[in-house]
Structure formats: C-alpha cells, structure tokens
C-alpha cells in the first residue's frame, strides 16, 4: 500500500512560471518530509525538507509547504527554470519507524519549456 | 570528496542466475540504504544498514534476496536464482546516523544506481 503518493505523474510549466508538485500521505505519524530531484541516469539528489513542527520552508527558489491536517505537501518552483527539469521524489519519515525507513512516491516529471 | 558509487552501472542477467551489487558509501557515513525502483513505481526501501548491523531488514522482497555490508563501508546487495520481476533500478544511499536533532542527518546521498536487466 502507497503510503507517500505523487498524484501526477507529469507536470509542464514555462520557464519563469510557477512549478508547484504535490504529495499526499496516509500516516499521520510520519514527522518529517523530503523532496529529491533526480535526472536521468542519477541518483536523486536531496533538494529541501520539513519537519513537522513547522509549515513552511524555503531554500532559494524552492519552498515546501506542510498541512499536517491534510497530510499534504508541496514543493513550489518560483521561478521555474529549465534546468529545474527533472523528476522530483517526495518521500516521508515517522518516529515510528526504527532504522530511519524513508517511503518514496511514484515521482512527478517536471519539465520546464523555455 | 567522493559521493557514492555503485557498480556494476549496468547488469544483464539471465533467469534464474545470482547477482550481486555492490555499494561505496561516503566514508565516515554509518548509515547506508538500498532502495529499488521498477519501472513506473516509486523508490522502494530495501534494507539498512547501521554500520555492520541491519535492524531493518522489512523491506526485502523475499528469501532470495539478501545483503552485507563489512568494516562499516563497503555493501553488496545479492539476488539469488534471479526473476524477471527483479528487474530495476538498485539505488544505494548512505548517510550519517539518524538523529532527530539534527535535520543535516536526514540527508541521504544516492549513487547513480545499477540497471539490472533480466531476461
């Protein structure tokens, strides 16, 4: 069972725009939230994260939003650029879980048009 | 310094043969993790490693699959009597032991990943 979903699969934006990628999740104990960014051929790379005692967090271009009540996150690209392309991972962790378990969702495909 | 690095890139296998991957943590990483990635799916937990010890090992798909890792570093992820289900992306990532009180700990750094194809 899915427990960190990425509902859409793909996702294409204007360079400049706004990219906004959403994930839901099902476990209410799960306390902190990571976003990774992974091109082809590549491992993901860690982008942003979030615990759960905040609802906000930005790093430059990108911020990650929380709404623990409806166990949803969001990563907002402002302003998407083309080299933002990439699929992004939202993954998720609970106290619950010994040895650091991370659950991954499906990915979304970003592609940023110039 | 070197991130991880994983080998072989690129596997192809026959059914029913054993494979085995290897893993190159970042030195000084305690924590190291295997993930899987099927075509179409999410990244998928396999195992982890606390230095040389493995308290999590719920996500191995089954009794073929099994995984070591020696002197707290280098990991080998084995698939005995290969299927063709197998076939996917094996991600390794290490980082430094969990803590709660240190957001930096969180990070877990990915190797390129082997391809593992079996026909």
């Known amino acids: 069972d899915q427990q960190v979903k990425q509902n859409s699969p793909s996702l294409s934006v204007q360079e400049g725009r706004i990219s906004i990628l959403n994930c839901d999740y099902t476990?209410?104990?799960?306390?902190?939230f990571l976003w990774y960014k992974k091109y082809p051929a590549e491992g993901p790379t860690f982008l942003i994260s979030i615990s759960s005692i905040k609802d906000k967090n930005e790093d430059g271009r990108f911020t990650v939003f929380l709404n623990k009540s409806a166990k949803h996150l969001s990563l907002h690209i402002v302003p998407s650029q083309p080299g933002d392309s990439a699929v992004y991972f939202c993954?998720?962790?609970?106290?619950?879980?010994?040895?650091?378990?991370?659950?991954f969702g499906t990915g979304t495909s970003l592609t940023v048009i110039p | 310094g070197a991130g991880v690095s994983q080998s072989p890139s690129n596997k192809v296998t026959e059914k029913g043969k054993d494979v085995e991957l290897r893993c190159d943590p970042i030195?000084?990483?305690?924590?190291l993790y295997w993930y899987r990635q099927s075509l179409g799916q999410g990244l998928e937990f396999l195992i982890y490693?606390?230095?040389?010890?493995?308290?999590?090992k719920s996500g191995l798909p089954s009794d073929r699959f099994s995984a070591e890792r020696t002197g707290g570093s280098v990991s080998t992820l084995t698939i005995q009597r290969t299927q063709q289900e197998d076939s996917a992306v094996y991600l390794c990532a290490s980082s430094h032991l969990p803590s709660r009180f240190s957001q930096a700990t969180y990070e877990q750094y990915f190797g390129p990943g082997t391809r593992l194809t079996v026909t």
């Open positions: 030195s000084g990483h305690t924590a």
């Open positions: 993954a998720a962790s609970g106290p619950s879980n010994t040895g650091n378990q991370f659950y």
């Open positions: 476990n209410s104990m799960f306390d902190y």
């Open positions: 490693f606390q230095g040389n010890s493995a308290p999590d």
